[in-house]
C-alpha cells in the first residue's frame, strides 16, 4: 500500500476537525491555514469525505465541516477508503499449484495484507486525537520533559 497526497492530506483534515473544541464547523479556508494545505484540493477531499459520510457540511457564517461521529467511531481505514486510497493489494495473483515458493509467498502477503488492514480499521480519529494532544503538551512543556 502505498499513501498519496490525497490520504495523507484527508487525515491531516479529519485530525485537525476531531482537534476543534466541541467539535464545531470549520471552514475549508480555516483548516487549510492550519495544516498549510491547498484550500481547493481541501474542499474536494472533504466533499469525498461528507459523501462518505465522515462529516457533515453546515452552511451559514458559523458553518463549515464538522465530523459526523465521535473520533472513536471513525477508522483511518475509513478515511483512506473515502478519498479512494487502495487498501486492496496489487492485481489478483493466483499462485502456481506446482511452485511451492509461489504458493509460500502468495500466502505471507496475502496475511501481511490482512494485518495492514485490521491495523488500518483498528486505528481510530480518537487515537490520533490523543497522538496530536500529547505531542502538543510535550512541545509546550519541552523545556522541563525529563525522560
Known amino acids: 500500500m502505498k499513501l498519496t497526497t490525497r490520504g495523507h492530506y484527508s487525515v491531516r483534515a479529519m485530525l485537525d476537525l476531531s482537534l476543534q473544541p466541541k467539535h464545531k464547523p470549520t471552514s475549508v479556508k480555516a483548516i ?87 491495523a488500518l480499521y483498528g486505528i481510530t480519529l480518537e487515537d490520533l486525537y490523543y497522538d496530536a494532544r500529547s505531542w502538543q503538551a510535550m512541545q509546550r512543556n519541552a523545556d522541563s520533559f525529563v525522560v
Do not use: C, F
Open 32 to 118: 487549510a491555514q492550519r495544516q498549510e494545505l491547498p484550500a481547493p484540493y481541501l474542499e474536494k477531499l472533504l466533499i469525498e469525505l461528507r459523501r462518505a459520510g465522515l462529516v457533515e457540511s453546515i452552511r451559514g457564517s458559523q458553518g463549515g465541516y464538522r465530523l459526523s461521529r465521535s473520533p472513536a467511531q471513525i477508522s483511518l481505514g475509513q478515511i483512506l477508503e473515502a478519498v479512494g486510497e487502495a487498501i486492496e493489494p496489487l492485481p489478483k495473483h493466483t499462485p502456481e499449484a506446482e511452485q511451492a515458493e509461489d504458493w509460500v509467498t502468495y500466502t505471507l502477503w496475502h496475511r501481511l495484507h490482512q494485518k495492514l488492514k485490521e
